[in-house]
């Protein structure tokens, strides 16, 4: 069928909307009209060097049109947000931990079905798509079922796609990985959308020191808003110092957002003994270095992809703390047309909104 689709047409150029073809779904996929999709900063950094041409967008919701003849968990016409993929076979797939697939990197980011066909040509010749299992950036989209959520009634369907990335990465690392305990303290490094997923679940388990780091005052402003106890900014103080005072033997946890190795650093030393950092962020720095003894007093570093979620067991749990307002993140939603997408990226890369939603 025919479609619209934003084209990557160069590597860190604009998105140019072109009619595409896109095949039918196969027996395992699912075909989606979207009616909205988050744009996320994995999509901007992607953007600056997958191969092109490409259709990128990981944080779509739409209504299924389609269903191939092996699907079950979904039928036209249900409301869905969609998630990552996994390849369902390796041993953490079959052990409940699809995001730690074994084959993540080929199923969601090689551009390719698995067997390397793609469902998305222009001008006759296949293009790159399948991003994180979805190319939402496009009217229409073939989807593997595992990647795909059906969801209530509780959400205004274009809201319901960064459920299945960015919120559910920030939520997740809280409640899935790091499941701090009532009274206990956290802090949260970047304010950004995924940073303040973290923190609304950190307040929603009842942690009694929630603190935000971010360069940026009207983040800090508004990470207070959904739950922080403290902001601390890191471009007016000593962040370390400022940490201190706030919890003096160290926190009990951090997670940081940012993927930057001099705030990854100043994060973990924040801990106390026994403290656990959630590392979330994939950003500039491609190492990370610590003194040792800043890990030796069993202090745990771990690694987070996608919030550790299963998402069609965590995404539905999230949604129903939105519906209940203990999870308000449409509060940080701006929305643009999908016409506007150029638009509202350059919002984004501009630190002018929280989270850009494309709405169909
Ligand atoms: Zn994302
Ligand atoms: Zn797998």
């Known amino acids: 069928m025919r479609i619209t689709a934003a084209v990557l047409e160069t590597a860190g150029g604009p998105f140019a909307l072109r009619d595409v073809d896109l095949g039918d779904p196969r027996p395992d996929e699912v075909l989606v009209r979207l009616s909205g999709t988050g744009i996320c900063g994995t999509d901007l950094e992607f953007a600056t060097f997958f191969p092109t041409p490409a259709v990128l967008g990981h944080e779509g919701s739409g209504v299924v049109e389609r269903v191939g003849a092996q699907v079950t968990s979904v039928a036209p016409g249900d409301r869905v947000a969609m998630s990552f993929t996994s390849c369902g076979s390796c041993v953490t797939c079959r052990t409940g931990s699809p995001a730690y697939c074994h084959r993540f990197d080929a199923v969601n980011f090689s551009g390719r079905r698995p067997d390397g066909s793609s469902a998305l040509s222009l001008d006759g010749a296949e293009i790159n798509g399948h991003f994180l299992g979805q190319s939402s950036f496009a009217t229409h989209a073939v989807v593997p079922e595992r990647a795909v959520v059906p969801i209530g009634d509780g959400i205004d369907l274009p809201l319901a796609g960064p459920f299945g990335c960015g919120f559910q990465t920030g939520a997740g690392g809280v409640f899935n990985v790091l499941r701090p305990e009532a009274g206990s303290s956290i802090a949260v490094f970047g304010a950004g959308a995924v940073g303040v997923a973290a923190i609304i679940a950190a307040a929603v388990s009842g942690c009694g020191i929630v603190a935000a780091v971010d360069v940026n005052a009207a983040k800090l402003e508004a990470a207070r808003s959904y739950g922080a106890t403290h902001a601390v900014d890191s471009t007016a103080s000593d962040s370390a110092a400022a940490l201190r005072e706030i919890a003096p033997h160290g926190f009990d946890y951090v997670i940081d957002t940012t993927g930057r190795q001099d705030v990854l650093r100043t994060a973990v030393e924040a801990l106390g003994p026994l403290g656990r950092c959630g590392v979330i962020g994939v950003g500039p720095s491609p190492e990370m270095s610590f003194d040792w003894r800043s890990v030796l007093n069993g202090r745990t570093i771990t690694g987070i992809i996608a919030g550790s979620s299963v998402p069609q067991v965590f995404l539905p749990k999230l949604l129903d703390l939105h519906a209940a307002g203990r999870f308000p993140v449409d509060r940080m939603m701006t929305a643009f047309p999908f016409e506007k997408i150029n638009e509202?990226?350059?919002?984004?890369?501009?630190?002018?909104?929280?989270?850009?939603?494309?709405?169909?």
């Open 344 to 360: 509202a990226v350059a919002a984004v890369r501009a630190g002018e909104v929280a989270k850009a939603v494309l709405t169909f």
